[in-house]
């Protein structure tokens, strides 16, 4: 059987195609999360690439669609692999965990004890005394990668679960 034969067949065009376009969304779309992602943390060459990507693949599965505009399947192949990029996207950011948060945490009492085990769990923290609506509180403020937020916060909450706090993403780190 030719190539030709195998790419106007049924099971092609109806099974194969499909699937293909829904994968190709998926990747492509998973691609752009992070190529925005990127941009927004001014990171130009994963941007870059990343975008470079995201269209190829994107002009390579609508020219498919193009070419085969009776087949319904490749529409909702094309709408399933967007939805479901997007899920894909947010979970490998969240996996790669890209970039630096500012966490702001008040406490309006027992902070001494968190703030230590923070501090010998390597958190770098500024530490700051403030007047809160009915009594001073401590204020605290520690620019961490993503990767260690989960850390953070279980020391945090283990110690501290009343403590408000905040989290903030930040653009750049200047280390000093």
């Known amino acids: 059987m030719d190539i030709s034969a195998l790419l106007n067949s049924d099971i092609f065009i ?3 195609l499909p699937i293909l376009i829904f994968l190709s969304r998926i990747f492509d779309q998973s691609v752009g999360i ?11 060459l994963p941007a870059f690439l990343a975008g470079f990507v995201e269209s ?15 087949n319904v399947l490749c529409y909702l192949a094309y709408a399933g692999g967007f939805a479901t990029g997007n899920v894909v996207g947010i979970y490998l950011e969240q996996k790669l965990s890209i970039g630096y948060l500012m966490v702001r945490v008040i406490f309006q ?3 001494e004890t968190t703030i230590s085990l923070l501090r010998d769990a390597d958190f770098r923290l500024t530490v700051s005394d403030a007047q809160g609506m009915e009594q001073p509180v401590k204020v605290v403020f520690s620019t961490i990668m993503r990767k260690r937020l989960n850390r953070f916060l279980k020391i945090l909450n283990q110690n501290n679960p009343n403590a408000f706090y905040t989290i903030e993403d930040v653009k750049m780190v200047k280390q000093g």
């Open 14 to 16: 109806y099974i194969v």
């Open 34 to 44: 992070l190529r925005i992602i990127f941009a927004t943390k001014g990171y130009k």
């Open 56 to 70: 190829l693949i994107w002009l390579i599965a609508i020219g498919q669609i193009m070419n085969h505009l009776d």
């Open 109 to 111: 009492k027992d902070s």
